[in-house]
């Protein structure tokens, strides 16, 4: 079974790019048809799709922040990247990754950022 673990910094400074990390176990991400998303919880809000990377590499966007957002992955080390640049005190926020694929998806156990001085 997929497993997935965020990971980076629980505080950020507004203005300073956010950097997550998912390291995935229990199957390759480029494993056909899987994609790799960020998902993020707002206090007091739903959940908010930010951008996905396919197993093929190809990258998708939330048109929100889409021009502050950037999604990479290291095949090497099986993990994928967030990075959310300029970041502002509304980026505070549970966030999780997430693989889906055609009829199930796996989510990590999410990660608490505050973005704040």
């Known amino acids: 079974q997929v497993q997935l673990q965020e990971s980076g910094p629980g505080l950020v400074k507004p203005s300073q790019t956010l950097s997550l990390t998912c390291t995935v176990s229990?199957?390759?991400?480029?494993?056909?048809?899987?994609?790799w998303s960020w998902i993020r919880q707002p206090p007091g809000k739903g959940l908010e799709w930010r951008g996905a990377?396919?197993?093929?590499?190809?990258?998708f966007y939330s048109t929100s922040l889409k021009s502050r957002t950037s999604l990479s992955r290291d095949t090497s080390k099986n993990q994928f990247t967030l990075q959310l640049s300029s970041v502002t005190p509304e980026a505070s926020a549970v966030y999780y990754c997430?693989?889906?694929?055609?009829?199930?998806?796996?989510w990590g156990q999410g990660t608490q950022v505050t973005v704040s001085s």
């Open positions: 997430v693989a889906g694929v055609v009829d199930r998806d796996y």
């Open positions: 990377i396919a197993y093929s590499g190809i990258t």
């Open positions: 229990g199957g390759s991400i480029t494993t056909n048809y899987y994609y």
